[in-house]
């Protein structure tokens, strides 16, 4: 049997993408059945449903229906640990610098970090005071593309003590509201 450290979840992403989510790294759970968000105790697809996101609340195995609303899933590290404390530097680096050519190949319009860890890391504001929600700029812009949106969600793990479960929750509906503020949400017939 190999063990969950040796498993790798598959990115989910294609071009216009309206969300890119964008986790820490894969959990013990969530690699070893092969699906993004996979502990009962995350809160992430009960997110979704309950943000207006998506019309009804989709299983772990169901990842790859996000691309049929126009969101992708991936993770900054993609090596799963128990606890995102056992990431190191040198992980986190490579991380970045693969999340990047990643976003500036696929352009999606928003990016939504599931916690502030990765979004840190991602855009290499470690030591700064995050807000959660829609950042000041765009980020990961080229020559010929400015970038997307960012946005910070706290992370919807259960070993998140930091926030209520209704805090986090209540994030993915003020995603929602920002679709539906640039006519970009998945859910409204008028979407541009």
């Avoid at 013990?28 to 449903?49: D, E, K």
């Avoid at 128990?82 to 986190?92: I, K, N, P, Q, Y």
Wanted: hydrophobic share 35%; with cysteine.
């Amino acid at each position: 049997m190999v063990h969950f450290t040796e498993k790798w979840l598959p990115t989910y992403i294609r071009r216009d993408l309206i969300v890119l989510f964008c986790g820490i790294n894969p959990g013990r759970v969530s690699a070893t059945v092969g699906y993004h968000y996979a502990n009962p105790s995350n809160l992430f697809w009960r997110g979704l449903y309950e943000g207006g996101l998506t019309p009804r609340q989709l299983k772990p195995e169901e990842t790859a229906c996000l691309l049929e609303y126009g969101y992708g899933i991936t993770d900054l590290v993609c090596r799963p640990t128990r606890s995102s404390g056992e990431l190191r530097e040198a992980d986190f680096s490579a991380g970045a610098k693969q999340f990047r050519q990643m976003v500036q190949t696929y352009r999606p319009r928003v990016i939504c970090f599931n916690g502030i860890t990765a979004y840190r890391h991602a855009t290499g504001r470690k030591k700064e005071a995050v807000s959660l929600g829609l950042q000041p700029q765009l980020a990961f812009g080229t020559a010929d593309w400015a970038g997307s949106h960012l946005f910070v969600i706290p992370s919807t793990s259960g070993a998140n003590a930091s926030y209520t479960r209704e805090e986090r929750l209540a994030m993915f509906g003020e995603l929602s509201r920002f679709l539906r503020e640039k006519g970009w949400h998945p859910l409204d017939p008028q979407r541009t």
